[in-house]
């Protein structure tokens, strides 16, 4: 994610975080952390892709988990170091090019912001990355084609089947997946998915 006016957006979130906007207490998305964590071993490494706030990445860590965070807003990646004692590195999508590294990638409405054209390329680094039978969770907005919300953020929207097809081509093996809805950033109903996968 290098999008000018997306990372705009994340930069005046992590300050507003920092000011004492609190994140409220994921629980919704408990479900999918333990399907997630079944498939990985005891101890076993994680890479929080876009890990944002950080609180994801804490919590794997806090679990006993060794993990990485990873985003591509810098004002985010403070942000995460100052609330968590996270070590945080700043990076994009593209930056993935390990091989075999991680028992798990935690792709939690990371990729959406990539667009339509370089999402199958993304899919690949990750698949690369995962150790044999990695666990992949993939978090999504459903919808079509791609555009903005209010707030200036670049998405990509995708039906389930199109992410499912998406994900076999690039070699992951879809386990589950699990719709909701709630509001996000920008304060707009919409609906979301998280399907896991191993490769």
Same mark, same amino acid.
């Given at each position: 994610?290098?999008?000018?006016? &997306? ?19 994921? &629980? ?10 079944? %498939?990985?071993?005891?101890? %076993? ?26 985003? !591509? ?27 075999? $590294? ?36 993939? %978090?999504?907005?459903?919808?079509? !084609? ?26 992951? &093996?879809?386990? %589950? ?13 919409? &609906?979301?998915?998280?399907?896991? $996968?191993?490769?």
């Amino acid at each position: 994610m290098s999008d000018k006016e &997306t990372m705009a957006v994340y930069a005046k979130a992590a300050a507003d975080y920092a000011k004492g906007f609190a994140r409220s207490k994921d &629980t919704f998305h408990e479900p999918d952390y333990e399907a997630f964590t079944a %498939g990985l071993p005891s101890g %076993g490494s994680v890479l929080d892709l876009g890990c944002g706030p950080g609180h994801w990445a804490a919590r794997f860590r806090d679990d006993g988990y060794t993990v990485t965070a990873m985003d !591509a807003s810098p004002e985010m990646a403070t942000y995460a170091q100052a609330a968590y004692d996270l070590e945080v590195t700043v990076g994009r999508f593209e930056d993935i090019t390990s091989k075999a $590294s991680y028992d798990g990638i935690w792709a939690f409405f990371s990729l959406l912001h990539a667009p339509r054209s370089e999402f199958p390329g993304h899919l690949l680094r990750l698949h690369h990355a995962l150790r044999p039978r990695g666990m992949l969770a993939l %978090g999504m907005k459903l919808g079509t !084609a791609e555009g903005r919300d209010e707030l200036g953020r670049f998405y990509a929207y995708y039906s389930e089947d199109e992410l499912r097809t998406l994900l076999s081509e690039a070699g992951f &093996t879809p386990l %589950g997946a699990r719709r909701g809805n709630g509001k996000g950033l920008a304060g707009a109903e919409e &609906t979301f998915i998280v399907l896991t $996968s191993h490769a």
